[in-house]
């Protein structure tokens, strides 16, 4: 079944460096995920992104061995910056956005950044759209060339995040029994399924040069971070052995077990909580003729997420015909206890 799409996942040297496993970074500090609550920066929103690959990455705290991906966010300048774009696209992408800078004063102590954006596309799959508006208000203090403090804030709204579901090998990397595939766009989902995605996200980036050995840097974040959704998803077809125990598929023929596509649901409101702060102390010294750069730090992480969820299992959805498929709305508020449970908070 292939995996949906909803945020940012990447694999560097076969370790997975996602919001769950600690390895997204976002201004030096860790962006947590957990459950379905994954915070998705806007691309548009970056200054830039820094891969770390191997070893290095323990420069960041925990993480795992195979590396992890840096995104720095866009910082104020002291040179006018002022840019407006509008795009238009395939599947009815419309996105506009704007980015603004500039320092305050004439001495270019204090300076801002002001960036925004605004898209709505149509989702490769049938019935299902993404919606994002996010903004990023930054300040930054600059009182002289040994000091620089940043404060950086972001904000995005995602009403509609787009297609959620797993489609089955069958009817797509592999044919259906009648030697037919499904059609690109194809959703499994019932008619009423929904996922929205609300961040909020302020702290500052901090940094004093005391002198030609000693630096000190700090970087710190809240974030809030909210999920909700009612989704209908798939779960392979009824000859699938993970099938073995639906009692809609043990009712079938044998036949028609290769066409038939068994699914679950999940209802899903979460409230992710997330403090963290990192300090650095940056020593350079000599000894002889060797040069040494020695960097210690210590860092704080607190997260928690409050979830209320419910999961549906077998025989918990109406099986959907790949032949014919019709789709329905469907009662999420039902929440029968013979195929449902409810899932625990996390902290």
């Known amino acids: 079944m292939a995996r949906p799409i909803l945020t940012t996942n990447l694999i560097i040297r076969g370790f997975a460096a996602d919001g769950q496993s600690q390895n997204n970074y976002l201004n030096g500090l860790k962006m947590q995920g957990n459950f379905y609550n994954d915070a998705v920066i806007d691309p548009y929103m970056l200054e830039r992104a820094e891969v770390m690959r191997g070893p290095v990455s323990v420069l960041y705290g925990k993480s795992s061995p195979g590396g992890l991906l840096n995104m720095v966010s866009k910082r104020p300048t002291t040179e006018p910056l002022k840019e407006i774009q509008f795009k238009m696209g ?19 102590v204090y300076s801002y950044r002001l960036t925004g954006l605004a898209r709505s596309a149509n989702a490769q799959q049938d019935r299902a759209e993404e919606q994002r508006y996010a903004i990023a208000p930054a300040f930054t203090w600059r009182p002289d060339d040994k000091t620089n403090f940043t404060f950086l804030s972001y904000f995005q709204n995602e009403p509609e995040t787009g297609y959620y579901g797993w489609l089955p090998k069958e009817g797509t990397v592999e044919p259906l029994p009648n030697g037919k ?66 009692k809609q598929c043990a009712a079938l023929a044998p036949a028609d077990k290769g066409h038939y596509l068994a699914r679950k649901y999940v209802v899903d409101d979460e409230k992710l909580q997330n403090f963290s702060v990192d300090t650095q102390l940056q020593s350079k010294f000599a000894t002889g003729e060797v040069d040494h750069t020695l960097l210690t730090g210590v860092d704080f992480m607190r997260m928690r997420n409050d979830i209320n969820a419910w999961f549906g299992y077998d025989d918990s959805v109406p099986l959907l015909d790949l032949y014919n498929p019709v789709y329905t709305d469907f009662d999420f508020a039902s929440r029968d206890p013979a195929t449902s449970r409810p899932v625990p908070d996390f902290e």
């Open 181 to 246: 595939r499904l059609p690109t766009d194809f959703n499994e989902g019932a008619k009423n399924n929904t996922y929205s995605r609300n961040e909020k996200m302020v702290g500052y980036s901090f940094d004093h040069e005391f002198n030609d050995i000693f630096t000190v840097r700090q970087n710190l974040r809240y974030a809030e971070n909210k999920v909700s959704q009612n989704s209908v998803y798939g779960y392979g077809v009824c000859s699938d052995p993970a099938n073995g125990y639906s």
């Open 90 to 108: 395939t599947d009815s992408l419309f996105q506009t956005g704007f980015d603004f800078s500039d320092a305050l004063d004439e001495e270019g």
